[in-house]
Structures are given as C-alpha cells and as structure tokens.
C-alpha cells in the first residue's frame, strides 16, 4: 500500500516553536540540531516504507516486530532520539521525537507503538542508580527496555538485595528487549513496607531492571489489535536483584540532567498520542486511495471518488485528523517548554497532557472507524489495511493513561481554579 504524502505530510514542527525567554540547559543545543537530526530519520523512514507495508501481514502473524527491521529502525537511528548525547544518543526535541513516531504508526500501528516503547526506554531508564544506568548503557546507546507500569511482583528483602516473583502483563517488545522492568509491593519479613503516604496510604510501591535474559516471557498476546507489538506477560520467579537495580516509582529523581528525563510519567500519554494520530492519518490515506482506483461499491450511483456523500466525509474525518495532531503538537511544544524551564514536574501539567491524549485516541478512533465505514464491505478482508487501522487504534485507546476515566481529574482541578 503506497502512502499519500498530500495528506499532512509536509506539516512539521516549526524550529522556532520555542519561546525566546527560555534558554536550553548547559549542553542541549536547541531545536536546530533536532531538527536536521529528525529530518533524516524522517527521510529514511520514507525509503523504508515500501519494505515496512510489505511485511505487515508478517507482522501481525508472528505478534511482534521481526529482529532485522528492528535492526534497521535501530540503523537509521530511532532508538537514539531521546538518548543523551553523552552517552551517544541524539537527544531530540519533545516534538521533534513524536513526528517521528507518528510517521512510523502511518505505516503500521504495531510498527509504531514498537518504536514509541524503544525511544521512551532512554525516558524512563536514567531513574535507575548511576551504577546501574552506566552499566545498561556501556555497550550500546540504543537499547530498548520493555517496561509495565502495573505493580504485578512482590519484591522480599533478603541478605544482598531483594528476592523477586511475580507477572506482569502487557509487555510491549518484550521479544526484541535488550532489558525489561516491572514494578513491584516491596515487602520486608512478610510485611508490606509502608508507602509515603504511610498508614493512610498504599504500600511501598518500586521498579526493578533485570537483563531480558532474567525474566520468562509467557505467551499470552493473542489480541484483537496491535497484535505485532509482542505485549505478552513476563515473569521472574524468586529472583534476587540487588538494590542498585531499583528505582523509587513514581517521582524518583533522575540521573540524567537533560529535560527529557525530569518528568516522564508526563510524557507517557503524548507518545500514545503520537501513535493515535499516525494510525488515523494511515486510515485516512488508506480510503483515500481506495476511492482514487475507481472502485463503485454495490448499488452506489457514482464511484467512490465522485460521490458527494463520500467527499463531505472525507473533509470530515480530514478535519477531525488534522485538529488531532493539532493538539498533539501544542501540548507536545508545551510540555517541551516547561521542561527546558524545569517546571513540567507539576500535577497539573500531567492531567493536562493526559487529557489531552485521551481527546486525541477518541478522535483518532472516530476517524478510523468513519474510514474503515466508508470503504464498505471492502474493508472487512483481512487483506484491507482499514481493518487492521481500526482494531490497532482501538486497542491503543485502551491504555490506561488515555482511558476516559482520568477525565475526572482534569474536571476536579478546572472546578478548583474556579472555586
């Protein structure tokens, strides 16, 4: 399936889309070298499209990415986008980053949500100790991390560290990880170990890294979408891991100092966001050229390219696309504002960007579902591309930083401001 790049895509992110008064900490050399290093990506993902589009069925078949297109994807460079420059990487700009991934989930929801995991492994891993980091970091700089955020072990203190058991569910890329991390109800001679929150509060809750090869990966991803994501359970069965491969979740400080590594819960539901606008704009291109090759659908008094009806949904749905990675462009160049300014770290900037990804997964799974409604029965083949956008985008809105749910917390800070 060839890609329309009439259709959004030449709208890339402005490199002054900075505010003038906020400087880029010692070391980051601002939007300029992001752009130029994005750019070639961006260009080498277009060479490698057609190779990509061919392998789609492959994909969904084995559940997960096949390890020489991780390895080309790792060659062009996308693994490296939020690595730090000192430890190789390129350490793009917040923005800069998500056009990437969007281009890369126009071609393939599972194509994209697996490089979304990789890059944001350079997000999350500098929460480890330096020891720890350093050591993850010493062979190569683009190393992907399979990381669950559900706190499915029980982690035991034991003479040199703690002894770990349990399973974790939704493991993205957990077949081509080079490490992984889960979290886990940190206990103490049998007895749960007290939360910050103390009493009144949940247990003490902490991420563990081990090397891939410590974990036991069960194989449980039969889904409905993303299917080539390779999101099986993982599992370690009394395992001892030391201290230095613990990290306090959620607010433990980073041992990085670049702005991409302060904040990283708040960049979680603008990566997803990413994914949602680039699988829409692929359904999108995808009816679009059913429509161009002429086909007339049963009964339809003209064909699909010259039906009034079809035109005035298209604008639609374009429309609906276009104000998607609108907002994910504005919360993105936001977010990337306060975090140069060393001020993203607030509760309210995270329900904003969470509500703002649960605003663009709804409209991207509208706008799937209009696309994959207009091609008709068409559609319904495993052969056809829109079956396959539809159920990836539905199963990337279930995630639970876009789920519908957290509207409730932006709601209750709106009705405080107003109080």
Known sequence: MKQNNALHGSNRPAQNGHDAEIQAPSGHDGPEVSSVAAERILDAIQKLAPAILARVAEIEAERCMPSDLIDKLRSIGVFRMFVPRSRGGLELDLPWGLEVIRALARLDGSVGWTAMIGISS???????????YDLMYQEKPDIIIASVSTPGGIAERVPGGWRISGRWPFASCCRNADWMAGLCVMSEGGRLLLGPAGDAGPPLVRGVALPASAWHIEDTWHASGLRGTGSHHIALQNVIAPEANFFDFPAGASCEPGPLYQAWRHLQSVLIGAVCVGIAEGALSDVAELAQSGRQQLRAPARMRDSEMLQGELGRIEADVRAARAAMQVQAESHWRHALADTLNSQALYSEGIQ?????????????????????????YES?????????????????????????????????RVA
């Not at 990804?357 to 029965?377: P, Y």
């Open 122 to 132: 350079a997000i999350i891993s500098p929460r480890l100790p330096r020891q720890t």
């Open 356 to 380: 703002t990804g649960i605003w663009i997964a709804t409209i991207c799974s509208r706008a799937a579902h209009a696309c994959f409604t207009l091609a008709g029965g068409a559609a319904v």
């Open 384 to 416: 056809s591309p829109l079956q396959r956008r539809l159920r990836d985008i539905q199963a990337a809105a279930q995630h639970a930083m876009v789920h519908q749910r957290h509207y409730a917390e932006a709601g209750r800070m709106l009705l405080e």
